[in-house]
């Protein structure tokens, strides 16, 4: 598949992906420049190419921001369905190794007890139209970094 940065500079306007039960979308210009910012909160997380990450929420457009993100920074990721159960979720993470697990803000009390155990940190996913950040848990912390809206 070719990397969304090829179609922003060529049809930047063009939807990259659209939800089918909301009509939500993004633009490859949109979906190339949340994808870098993501790409730069995980360098600044201090992940590296070759570096795991997880992540556990619904479809949505963060979904491929998410992806895109990992991809241009070299790591691998590993979804994880809202479906499982925590000890499933726990196996998973532990099992895939992910450095950061990112869930969203209501799925974070699903997760948290069993399934997030096994993360070195993890990440919350706060989405509101207004602005959209990763709130960052675990290790003593709690700092956020911003990551604009796509709605």
């Not at 491929?64 to 994880?80: D, P």
Request: hydrophobic fraction near 40%; include cysteine; glycine fraction near 8%.
């Amino acid at each position: 598949m070719t990397h969304p940065s090829v179609h922003a500079r060529t049809q930047p306007d063009k939807i990259a992906y659209q939800m089918a039960s909301t009509g939500k979308a993004i633009s490859y210009r949109e979906l190339d420049e949340f994808s870098n910012q993501g790409a730069h909160l995980f360098r600044a997380l201090g992940l590296k190419a070759g570096d795991h990450i997880a992540f556990l929420m619904e479809n949505r457009l963060a979904f491929m921001e998410i992806c895109w993100a990992a991809q241009r920074s070299g790591l691998y990721f590993t979804a994880i369905s809202r479906y499982l159960t925590q000890d499933e979720i726990a196996y998973i993470v532990k099992d895939c190794g992910a450095r950061v697990v990112i869930t969203l803000a209501e799925m974070r009390r699903a997760d948290q007890g069993a399934g997030l155990r096994h993360a070195r940190r993890a990440a919350v996913f706060h989405d509101r139209r207004a602005s959209r950040r990763l709130s960052l848990l675990g290790q003593g912390s709690h700092r956020a970094a911003d990551h604009a809206d796509s709605g």
